[in-house]
Structures are given as structure tokens and as C-alpha cells.
């Protein structure tokens, strides 16, 4: 019999962590490449309950890559495909359920030629209790959809079991990276990574967690949220 991991044991249909699946209807190009350069980049966790080995996710690399690192809901996919230009030695694994989110970065994985970019388009929970102990330098968590009435809280993908997870998989001193608009939101973060022993909230002084990260490239939506007038929260943990 397989154990079941906590975070799975806590996800249940009422918790799903996203909303719709697809907007806008696809065009011809976007739907060949969803038919035909999806499946060669799907990441599809074993159904035995095995582990997946994410250094072998990436064949089309000439050597194995460096590291691994982990989106979790990737939006439009800005984000991890310049990531992915910057670190050609690194594999990135993005997990997005959201149809028209997955066919953008599609259409940048294709353009660029990137080859070290793998794709989860379902929830990321199957995912996560797939990758092994310590097998990732970093995970993002970057404007996850806030479910901002008291009612919908308990769909935040933050959690004390995801957190949990999350630590899990990361190797000691990797790196956790949350953003959001939502002062809500990354106070309820902040409070459960406290809760996490092991990581630990990287910042020193106030600027950082206002300004972005080092190598942040930005986001459609961090642009939007700005002119809006909301001011982003960055908040980075390390595995200890």
C-alpha cells in the first residue's frame, strides 16, 4: 500500500487551489503546440507512488543539469521562460492547470529553443509528493491567486502541509521565493513559514521584502498590480 504524503492527505475536492481551467478560445498555432510540444515536456508523476528523479527530466540537455528549480502556477509564464534563458545549465519544472497560461509559455519554450523547461499542466500536489527528499535549489510561489473572502482561505495553496512539503523537497540552503499584492497574503505566509522548521525568512531589513528579488525579470501582473497601486511583498526562505 502507498503512503500517502500530508499534503495530499489534506488536499480534497473543496481545496482545490486554482479556479477555471480555460479562458479564451485557443488559435490554430496554439493549439497544434498544445497537441504536438506539450506531451514531449509533460512531467506526469508515477502512479505507483515512486519517485521521479528530477535530474532525468531534461534529456534534451547535453549534460544533466546543474540544479532543478520549481513554479508553482507560472500564470503566463514570463517569469520561468526568463529564468530559463538566464540558467541554460539549470531544468525548470513549471506546474500551471491554467489551459491558456500553459500555451504562452509554450510559445516561449518554442520560440527561444529553451530545452531546459518542463511542464506539470495540472495541479502541482501529485507533483510535489513525487520529487524526492532535497532534489531542488529553489521553488516559487509567485501571485498565487489570493482567495481573498475568509471563506475561500482554506484554498491558498500556502499551508502548513505545503510549506511542509515544500522544505521537504528543497536541498539544504535552497530557496523558497513568495510574491503577492496581497498584504493578507504574505502575512498568512509569514506566519505559517514561521511555523516550518525548517526554513527560514532570509530578510534583514524592510527593503527586503518591498524590493524584488536579484534576478527578478518581472511579471505582467506585478505590472498590473502596480499601476493599480498595490505595492508587492517579496519574501524569500532558506532551507536550513
Not at 544533466?64 to 526568463?82: R, T
Not at 475561500?152 to 515544500?166: G, H, P
Not at 504574505?186 to 516550518?196: E, K, M
Request: net charge positive.
Amino acid at each position: 500500500m502507498t503512503e500517502t504524503s500530508p499534503l495530499a492527505a489534506a488536499e480534497a475536492p473543496e481545496r482545490a487551489f486554482f479556479g477555471r481551467r480555460k479562458g479564451k478560445r485557443l488559435r490554430g498555432l496554439q493549439e497544434r503546440r498544445l497537441a504536438e510540444l506539450l506531451p514531449r515536456l509533460r512531467v506526469t508523476p508515477p502512479e505507483d507512488g515512486s519517485r521521479l528523479d528530477p535530474a532525468t527530466l531534461f534529456p534534451d540537455l547535453p549534460i544533466p543539469p546543474n540544479d532543478v528549480w520549481l513554479e508553482i502556477g507560472f500564470g503566463g509564464g514570463e517569469h520561468l521562460a526568463a529564468q530559463a534563458r538566464a540558467n541554460p545549465d539549470i531544468g525548470i519544472v513549471g506546474a500551471e492547470p491554467f489551459v491558456n497560461g500553459v500555451v504562452k509559455l509554450l510559445a516561449a519554450v518554442d520560440e527561444a529553443g529553451l530545452r531546459n523547461v518542463r511542464i506539470r499542466d495540472e495541479d502541482v500536489t501529485a507533483l510535489l509528493s513525487a520529487l524526492p527528499d532535497a532534489s531542488l535549489g529553489r521553488a516559487y510561489l509567485l501571485y498565487p491567486d489570493p482567495w481573498p473572502k475568509r471563506r475561500q482561505r482554506k484554498r491558498r495553496f500556502v499551508s502548513d502541509a505545503t510549506l511542509a512539503e515544500i522544505a521537504r523537497v528543497l536541498k539544504p540552503g535552497g530557496l523558497f521565493r513568495f510574491a503577492s499584492d496581497i498584504d493578507d497574503y504574505a502575512g498568512w505566509t509569514l506566519v505559517r513559514a514561521a511555523r516550518c522548521p525548517s526554513l527560514r525568512w532570509s530578510a534583514r531589513c524592510a527593503a527586503d521584502w518591498t524590493r524584488p528579488f536579484p534576478d527578478w525579470p518581472g511579471t505582467r501582473y506585478e505590472a498590473k498590480a502596480v499601476a493599480a497601486g498595490r505595492r508587492p511583498t517579496y519574501l524569500e526562505f532558506v532551507r536550513t
